[in-house]
């Protein structure tokens, strides 16, 4: 009973926390946004000690808990495993902890962060992983997936659903959650929870602290008859059925041994064990346990392969073919509008990708940059940071991007807009324009006479950097191809106009 309590709460809490990077309409955060801000390392970087408090106290009463319902990362492994056991049963074995390894990787992810790589952390954080991993592969499948009831609906008269773009935001990225992907596969197909109990940060943490855990799982020597089927049976290698004893650092009280233990000697009970847990050479017997149902989690993962680039061809007039914009070199970037400026996002990002998924106008995607590698910043090719939209900021469950409202957003100046006159078409095409002044929400641009002497020249456009607040709007929204005429630079504080 145990077991299938923690399977359906651990299908509930990945098949949740999946939507939530998948929904590019913003309703599943209203209901499920909790489920990743309850995350462990998103609520420690967010200084939210009710979360993290909440999450030791869970762990010091139930052991690792967490590992095995809440972290979707954790829960993928399960899938992967489980199809392991289906090649092979009884295939796990005891093995000693790593501990060398354990501790050395997290004091190396806490150096890395100290020094100001964050990247380096959340290349290993599960919870950030599994984000990546479904944006970057499940993402453009479910999109277009999307567009295809879109087309359906359409030529039945309905508009219940509406196309959306398909494409891959970062390439380097997305090579960064296949390869993920595929060892993570590897290792639990193969071993188990070898990830969790070697390599990830959150699990070294919380494996110290359920060693003091008050409810775990307990063998009772005067049942057990040494046939060794939980330690067989145990994906996280941490039963030694010889001396009977169990590793409760690397436990994650997934409860598949009490479930798998035919003499019913194992038991899910207060660490103070009672007298028929000592050590003894009487042997029982009990009736054989019918719960051996495995996991059916990871087929929507396992079915993200790669990512569909089903783009429209944009045409002019349907004559000739619009030049797609090119990024331009920046000298700061721009990030979202609560991010507060470079330090504080790289300081709280984990680099999970939700705001990524979240944002509607295809502003946001991940840095390629070493230095903020994953995390995000804004490029206004595809779109461009509406005043009147706050989806990053209110979907971070890191504090990274703080929740702002519309008059502090259309307030705050994320960076300055720089006009190129080499690139602007009134002065190489010698034609009117005023598309970046036209369009200005803050109504920092202003059409002046080319030629001072000639107040009927063609206008170009002069930026009052005082009242720009860096939205993109005249970068994307200006007709210069592949460079616009006019961009953003960032600022690394951002500040209010």
């Known amino acids: 009973m145990l077991r299938k309590i923690r399977v359906a709460l651990a299908l509930i809490f990945i098949t949740g926390i999946t939507l939530l990077f998948l929904d590019f309409t913003g309703t599943v955060h209203t209901w499920l946004g909790w489920m990743a801000k309850i995350q462990f390392l998103p609520a420690l970087l967010a200084l939210n000690v009710g979360v993290v408090a909440a999450l030791v106290v869970l762990t010091l009463i139930f052991g690792r808990i967490y590992c095995s319902v809440i972290c979707p990362l954790g829960v993928m492994q399960d899938g992967f495993a489980a199809l392991g056991r289906r090649a092979r049963k009884n295939r796990y074995r005891y093995s000693k902890a790593l501990n060398a390894l354990r501790y050395g990787m997290l004091a190396l992810l806490i150096i890395a962060f100290l020094a100001g790589l964050g990247w ?3 290349l290993f954080a599960p919870y950030s992983a599994y984000g990546r991993i479904v944006q970057n592969l499940l993402g453009p499948v479910w999109a277009a997936a999307n567009n295809l009831l879109a087309s359906a609906a359409e030529s039945a008269d309905s508009y219940a659903f509406y196309r959306t773009e398909v494409w891959v935001r970062s390439w380097p990225v997305f090579t960064v959650a296949v390869v993920t992907l595929v060892v993570l596969a590897v290792l639990a197909w193969r071993n188990g929870r070898t990830y969790c109990n070697t390599i990830c940060p959150v699990g070294t943490v919380l494996g110290f602290l359920a060693r003091f855990s008050w409810l775990r799982p307990v063998i009772d020597t005067s049942r057990c008859n040494g046939c060794g089927l939980c330690a067989r049976n145990c994906k996280a290698s941490c039963i030694d059925s010889k001396t009977h004893t169990i590793d409760y650092s ?50 929507a993962v396992a079915a993200g392969t790669a990512a569909l680039k089903a783009q429209e061809k944009k045409v002019d007039g349907g004559l000739a073919v619009i030049e797609d914009k090119k990024i331009p070199a920046r000298n700061t970037p721009v990030v979202p509008p609560g991010a507060k400026g470079l330090r504080h996002l790289a300081e709280h990002c984990t ?39 706050t989806k990053c900021s209110e979907v971070c469950p890191a504090g990274a ?14 960076g300055h807009a720089v006009w190129i006159k080499a690139n602007c078409v009134v002065l190489t095409d010698d034609v009117d324009c005023g598309n970046c002044a036209r369009h200005c929400p803050a109504g920092a641009i202003m059409m002046v006479a080319s030629d001072p002497s000639n107040p009927d020249s063609r206008k170009i456009p002069v930026v009052n950097e005082e009242r720009c607040i860096g939205c993109g709007a005249c970068e994307n929204l200006c007709p210069a191809r592949p460079f616009s005429a006019i961009y953003v630079e960032g600022h690394e504080i951002h500040k209010t106009v």
């Open 120 to 122: 380096v952390v959340a």
């Open 250 to 299: 690397r436990c994650v009280a997934c409860m598949d041994c009490i479930g798998k233990c035919h003499q019913g000697a194992i038991s899910y009970t207060r660490r103070k064990a009672s007298p028929h847990s000592k050590p003894a050479d009487a042997k029982g017997a009990a009736p054989e346990s019918a719960s051996r149902r495995s996991f059916i989690i990871t087929s």
């Open 351 to 389: 680099a999970c990708q939700l705001c990524v998924a979240a944002c509607p106008n295809g502003v946001l995607r991940p840095s390629t940059s070493l230095d903020r590698f994953m995390q995000p910043e804004s490029s206004y090719e595809r779109g461009y940071c509406r005043p009147e939209c």
């Open 401 to 414: 991007i703080v929740k702002i409202d519309l008059p502090e957003k259309s307030s705050t100046q994320i």
